[in-house]
């Protein structure tokens, strides 16, 4: 790890300062859903069969391998919460950093649908 945080000139206080600029906790993300902030659009980019099954009130299923293809339907006036399965799913953050590279505001939500669920948050169902 110190040999990559070398290569990118960061140093730990500013790897963790990033970290937490561009992750949003489920307490937060559901205080923004309570309040109807419309300066946020929920992204859930797992695949549609796991977003059938449960996702976040509200939240748009764009799995990530269809990112690219519906990038120009995603709006760029909203900062745009990025949410796969568990903390160890990859796919948030990388969908993140695509859209990051793109010119849109993001930040991901830590821990995924797993840490809402625990949590006791409301979830959707696909009819």
Known sequence: MTA???????????YFQAKLNYEMTPWTLKSMLDAKNAEYLVLDVRSA?????????????VPLMDLTAKMATLPKDKTLVTYCGDITCGLAPKAALQLAQKGFKVMELFGGIEEWTKKRFPLEKKA
């Open 4 to 14: 990559t945080l070398e290569k990118t000139g960061l140093t730990a206080a500013e």
């Open 49 to 61: 069969e796991a977003y059938a099954d449960a996702h976040i009130p509200g939240a748009l299923n």
